[in-house]
């Protein structure tokens, strides 16, 4: 979840959340250009709408999130690395145009196939 906690909601023109996986690879989870208004902000309370809530990534490369608002003057953007855990959450915070935006990761760990639960001896074979 990405959410301002601090300060003026800072994608009154419009912004973008994207996650950097893989070295370049990014999947935008937010792209807005409409100005959201102060009512919106009341009901979404702090919380950027998010077009989805998952992603993969390798366990190795961890994720990048990047938060970008846009204003008269272009866009100003700030980015949070979090390595990858095989569970749990992560939080940290960046800050757009002086506000402060907490990014909240939840971690779960996906089972490619049952032969590599088996060789970490997870289950047991019938």
Known sequence: ?????????????????????SGRERV????????ITREDEVVLDGYVPLSRNAISVEFEKGVTVEVTAYVDSGSIADRVHFPSKWC?????????????????VA?????????????EGYATQV
């Open 28 to 35: 935008v989870l937010f792209d807005s250009t409409e100005k």
């Open 88 to 104: 749990n959450i992560s939080q940290d915070r960046c800050f757009i145009c002086g506000s402060e935006v907490e990014i909240t």
């Open 107 to 119: 971690w779960s760990r996906v089972v490619r196939d049952k032969m590599e639960m088996l060789l």
């Open 1 to 21: 979840s990405v959410r301002v906690v601090g300060g003026e909601f800072p994608f009154s023109s419009g912004g973008q959340v994207a996650c950097i996986v």
